[in-house]
Nanobody, 116 residues
């Protein structure tokens, strides 16, 4: 089992930046890919970015260039640096981890609110 705890959400003005963190605990040695997803009010959860243990990252097209995902394997932590934030980035951001058996784990989410 893997437990994920997100932090770093909050209220920011449009054009501002935030850095989200997600700390994993439990069977962390089994984790391969970690990532971030988000769910805006009334919308489906969508991919933001993922990163493998080896450091290979993948981004949703709309996030490319503004968001940067990174990972510290020694700390079992994944980060999401978000720049040039827009009101449409307002959402609950969820941390995800996939283990070597392709089981998925989710954090409880952290709310990001971007004011115009």
């Amino acid at each position: 089992q893997v437990q994920l705890v997100e932090s770093g959400g909050g209220l920011v003005q449009a054009g501002g930046s935030l850095r989200l963190s997600c700390a994993a605990s439990g069977s962390t040695s089994t984790i391969n890919t970690m990532g971030w997803y988000r769910q805006a009010p009334g919308k489906q959860r969508e991919l933001v970015a993922t990163i493998t243990r080896a450091g290979m990252s993948n981004y949703a097209d709309s996030m490319q260039g503004r968001f940067t995902i990174s990972r510290d394997n020694a700390k079992n932590t994944v980060y999401l640096e978000m720049n040039s934030l827009k009101p449409e980035d307002t959402a609950v951001y969820y941390c995800n981890a996939e283990d070597i058996r392709r089981r998925n784990y989710w954090g409880k989410g952290t709310l990001v609110t971007v004011s115009s």
